[in-house]
């Protein structure tokens, strides 16, 4: 059981998926995909005390070791094989912990935005995207993250379509998004079959050793390039994130929570996977200066979208925007491939995973009470339901960066890296777009706690309590990551070093 | 000469991904727009299953013998990438499948699959 612990997080959910369609009675399903999240965020639980802390059962000195695993035995160039480092750990149980805390919202919130004939497909759906998600960071093949990736992707269109209920948007964003998401994933699959055709071998490990980008032909440039484009789709980086706003604005609560948290973060592992372990920096960033492009679209990303996000009348939409600006610090993080900025960057995938679906998650508690996210009907919905607004506006400072808050921790690391490589200007630049949240979030603050809330909400009570506990349970964690930074940064750090090879 | 005729199938790859993706940025029309995807999509199978061709290479079977002329074959193929292909085309099938229901969805709310109306009815609202 213990040898085969790296598997069992995909074959849990994996097998679970297709019980759910089989045992269809409402509760039951929801009772049964419970215990499925919560049993594979346990064994992502394990694996990470034994990846990060290496047994010593030390806290304080953690060492770094890469378990892998061979599927069927077979020996690693030809089989697959997992393998997971202390980055694919870190973001596994981002994943599962998210997934676990939020699908124990959601029975009531889609009891609501869901017809309940549907209930057992979504829960299908959720545990499918959750397999994919996770298959992705635990794979050491380059093949089997496409199929993963596709796991993902398929039950994510088919998530966000079922709030077809609330709005016949979601229809149409559903089939963009597919159309995108598509083009995305075949362009890194024409990346993957160049890379296979130069170096004979889809596992990772094994191709970045043979692969040639000091002297080799022009086709690992255009893999690169093919492989970039894609990602960077996946990743919803300024200016491929023109299916995100709608996707997110549209599905149901609980699936955008989930997605927002998730979905783009195991895009950013894809990223960094491609970038440090298999192309290594020194290809990608010195002599295709692709740092450079990746700093400067982060950078308008983070802008323009704060700016847009600023103009919303419909929150979860607003928020969507700010999804865009936040994924832009990420990848400015990764820009500068320093340790420090490598630390910014993959802190602020744990910090911003959590902050967004607790503010997503505050979001569905008022659609539930209120029925609308419109800025509009919020009027005095801080007096009405105090606890989530309460919960909204913690998450919301995170948002900005305000001390004491996980995104705090973030910038403060991510301005340490832009000084430390010399690039004031840029530090200059992420304080006053954190000004452009401090407007949008203030935006909405004004409208819930400075006006009288209308007479039709004179009924509106706090959210019932099996969706306040998940929702102040995430906002609750990034106030913790905000005031004990021992587990995030000290994770973060041990990961950017085992990516960039440094010993510390 | 050579860059053209002697690495034809490469052409085809690359005609059939620039067909299949101005389709689906050029047409309005949501079915079109799949049967782009499928083009673009079918162009990458091709590209996987031409790189592991040899010419005068044969299925990948040990110890097995020319009909004709008795020998043991020397060169083969790789079977990889078609394996490969085969789960790209699942999933390909699954996507045009998604895609198909939810132009069926679209349908039936929105009375149209012409991007254009869909837009328009949108505003209408």
């Not at chain 1, 600023?310 to 936040?326: C, D, E, G, P």
């Not at chain 1, 004491?404 to 910038?411: D, P, R, Y």
Request: a neutral charge.
């Amino acid at each position: 059981m213990e040898r085969h612990l790296p598997i069992l997080p995909i074959i849990v959910p994996l097998m679970a998926a297709p019980l759910c369609l089989l045992i269809r009675q409402r509760t039951l399903v929801f009772g049964f995909a419970l215990g499925v999240c919560w049993a594979t965020f346990a064994m992502v639980a394990v694996l990470f005390m034994h990846v990060v802390y290496a047994d010593t059962g030390d806290a304080a000195s953690p060492v770094a070791t890469v378990i892998t695993y061979e599927l069927g035995g077979w020996a690693t160039p030809w089989g697959i094989e997992y393998r997971i480092d202390t980055l694919s750990v870190f973001v596994l149980l981002i994943v599962s912990g998210i997934g676990a805390v939020v699908l124990s919202y959601a029975p009531r919130s889609i009891s609501r935005e869901i017809h309940c004939d549907q209930h057992y497909l979504f829960c299908s759906a959720y545990l499918l995207c959750l397999t994919g998600l996770l298959g992705i960071t635990i794979t050491g093949d380059l093949f089997n993250l496409f199929v993963f990736l596709e796991i993902s992707a398929l039950s994510s269109y088919s998530l966000i379509s079922l709030g077809a209920r609330q709005s016949r948007k979601a229809l149409t964003a559903a089939f963009q998004y597919l159309v995108m998401g598509t083009i995305g994933a075949t362009f890194i699959l024409i990346g993957i079959g160049l890379m296979y055709q130069m170096t004979g071998t889809l596992n990772m490990a094994d191709m970045a050793t043979r692969l040639d980008t000091v002297s080799g032909p022009r086709t690992v440039l255009v893999a690169f390039a093919f492989l970039s484009v894609g990602i960077c789709l996946k990743v919803a980086l300024f200016p491929l994130h023109a299916w995100l706003p709608g996707a997110y604005a549209y599905a149901p609560s609980v699936v955008t929570a989930f997605l927002a948290a998730t979905a783009t973060k195991v895009s950013v592992y894809i990223l960094l996977r491609i970038i440090f372990t298999i192309f290594k920096p020194g290809f990608a960033f010195e002599s295709l200066s692709f740092d450079t492009g990746l700093m400067v679209l982060s950078l308008v990303g983070i802008t323009v979208a704060s700016t847009v996000a600023i103009f919303q009348t419909n929150i979860k939409r607003m928020l969507a925007y700010s999804s865009v600006a936040q994924i832009g610090y990420i990848v400015l993080g990764i820009s500068f491939a320093s340790v420090t900025g490598l630390t910014a960057g993959i802190v602020h995938v744990l910090n911003h995973a959590v902050i967004k679906s607790g503010l997503f998650l505050a979001m569905g508690c008022i659609a539930l009470r209120i029925g609308s996210v419109e800025l509009d009907d919020l009027r005095g919905v801080g007096r009405r339901m105090p606890v989530t607004m309460f919960a909204w506006v913690l998450g919301g400072l995170g948002l900005i960066g305000v001390p004491l808050t996980a995104g705090f921790i973030s910038k403060w690391y991510l301005i340490g890296a832009a000084l430390e490589s010399g690039c004031r200007l840029v530090a200059v630049l992420v304080l006053l777009n954190s000004l452009l949240a401090l407007v949008y979030v203030w935006r909405v603050v004004e409208v819930a706690y400075f006006q009288e809330p209308p007479e039709r909400h004179s009924q509106v009570t706090e959210a019932p309590l099996s969706m306040l506990i998940p929702t102040c349970v995430l906002i609750g964690a990034s106030l913790f990551f905000g005031l004990n930074t021992s587990f995030s940064v000290d994770v973060a750090r041990q990961a950017a070093e085992v990516l960039l090879g440094v010993t510390p | 000469m050579n860059a053209i005729l002697g690495l034809y199938n490469y052409w085809i790859v690359i005609f059939l991904m620039m067909t299949g993706f101005y389709i689906v940025i050029a047409r309005r029309n949501l079915v079109k727009k799949v049967i782009g995807l499928n083009i673009f999509q079918i162009s990458v199978f091709l590209l996987y299953i031409t790189m592991g061709k040899i010419e005068g290479g044969t299925a990948p079977i040990l110890e097995a013998q020319n009909f004709t002329t008795g020998e043991e074959f020397q060169v083969y193929s790789n079977p990889l990438t078609s394996v490969l292909i085969l789960t790209a085309i699942v999933v390909g099938v699954a996507t045009t499948a998604l895609a198909l229901a939810l132009i069926v969805r679209i349908q039936e709310a929105y009375g149209t699959i012409e991007e254009d109306e869909i837009l328009e009815r949108d505003l209408e609202m």
